[in-house]
């Protein structure tokens, strides 16, 4: 049994050590075309730590557009559709001064490249022709292109890579079939988009797919998205001239720096928390250890799988108070285990009256809590929700952590450790007699 009950400490630790890596890692999930992010980036966010860059256009009708205020709307709702779709739904289009559009997105990485593709100047041609012999005709052009995306897909028995792929409609395709008709292992079909050649991709054989794949510049998905945007921004019937030629620097609410130390302040606080119970309560503090990554993780999985929460500053401080609810509970419920054994209990029965003692003090404490936070989104505002929202599934979350899953680490480790209450910095006065 006490192996057993080692075992499943220990694949609980790894659990936890997952969970928390889970939270930060950015990867792209193999033979997939998704890309995992991780909790904590994944969470709608109403704070500026990044900072920013933005744009102006100015945009050129084709002769054939009559209603340019329509036009000019649906430029800025297919600029939104698209940005979200390639995992910038942080980024902003709306409507500027002089009928132009501004866009500004979070400094992150390609931030400037897709500021740039929007700006493409230029129709789109895909054609086996060199740019000054484009035959209109039979070259495929933007009214042949139902969509452009980046793409992860298996490119070989062994190999996966980013590239972009264009959807084809049926003309598109008739016409991909005719230009790549008689083709050989020299043949080239170039994509242009203006005077811009955004890609040749070698071909050896006829093509009659309705969609047209092609990778090996684009090594990233930020890389591919840049190369789709341009492609797309060729198809569209209006022209993008970025403003002055000009990206704009927007400085982050908060420097990098402040930032940093705000995050090392946290860090030490939490780390002198968990140190004191280690000090106060010796091996009991891997359990509390344990269950501070569980709240944690299950808190920032739930704050980027739910749509509507938002954090904000106020959600940050609902969050704080929930950990510190977190640490309350586990005190009451390892100092009155402490008591317990002071007062003659054996080690296991009072780790476990001490739980079990104090269950509904916890529960009282955590809906509380709760149905405070709940009032409080019913009657504030936006931050005000974003604190209640954190505050209340911080609360639901210590519940289950610090009673569930207490419940079962103390289970476990009173199996492992029966009698040496001085692992656990428990005492007794000699001259008390242990109980039965």
């Known amino acids: 049994m006490k192996k057993l009950a080692k075992r499943n400490l220990i694949c609980f630790a790894i659990l936890a050590v997952l969970l928390m890596v889970l939270c930060f890692v950015n990867f792209t999930v193999p033979a997939t075309t998704s890309r995992f992010v991780g909790f904590v980036p994944a969470i709608t966010k109403d704070i500026d730590i990044n900072g920013g860059l933005a744009s102006k256009y100015d945009i050129t009708y084709d002769e054939s557009v009559i209603d340019t205020d329509t036009e000019l709307q649906n430029a800025v709702k297919m600029l939104s559709n698209k940005l979200a779709m390639f ?78 792929n264009i959807k084809l409609t049926t003309e598109g395709q008739e016409k991909l079939k005719k230009l790549t008709e008689g083709a050989t292992s020299g043949t080239t079909l170039n994509i242009f988009v203006g005077e811009d050649t955004i890609s040749q991709i070698g071909i050896s054989s006829q093509l009659n797919t309705p969609d047209l794949y092609f990778y090996g510049t684009e090594s990233t998905q930020d890389l591919a998205n840049v190369t789709a945007l341009q492609i797309l921004m060729g198809k569209y019937s209006a022209e993008f001239d970025m403003v002055n030629n000009e990206i704009i620097s927007i400085a982050p609410a908060i420097s990098p720096m402040i930032q940093t130390l705000i995050l090392i302040a946290l860090a030490v606080v939490l780390a002198a928390v968990v140190a004191l119970f280690f000090v106060k309560f010796g091996q009991l503090g891997f359990l509390v250890l344990m269950n501070l990554v569980f709240l944690l993780t299950i808190s920032a999985f739930f704050m980027q799988a739910i749509p509507v929460f938002v954090l904000s500053y106020s959600g940050i401080i609902g969050l704080l108070l929930g950990i510190g609810l977190f640490f309350v509970s586990n005190y009451i419920i390892f100092n009155s285990a402490k008591k317990g054994y002071a007062e003659g209990k054996k080690l296991p029965l009072a780790i476990k009256l001490g739980l079990t003692g104090n269950t509904l003090k916890i529960v009282d404490i955590s809906v509380v809590s709760i149905i405070f936070a709940v009032a409080v989104y019913l009657i504030g505002g936006v931050y005000a929700q974003s604190f209640a929202f954190a505050l209340a599934l911080a609360s639901a979350i210590n519940m289950l952590v610090s009673l569930v899953f207490n419940k079962l680490f103390t289970k476990w480790y009173t199996k492992i450790n029966t009698k040496k209450a001085h692992l656990v910095r428990f005492t007794r006065e000699e001259h008390v007699n242990e109980l039965d």
Do not use: H, R
């Open 87 to 164: 995992g910038y739904g942080g980024a902003s289009v709306s409507v500027g001064e002089n009928d132009n559009i501004y866009v500004e997105m979070p400094a992150i990485k390609q931030a400037s490249g897709i500021l740039n593709a929007i700006a493409t100047v230029g129709p789109l041609y895909i054609t086996t022709a060199s740019q000054t012999e484009i035959d209109k005709t039979t070259a495929i052009s933007g009214q042949d292109v139902v969509d452009v995306t980046s793409q992860f897909s298996q490119i070989n028995a062994s190999a996966f890579s980013w590239g972009v």
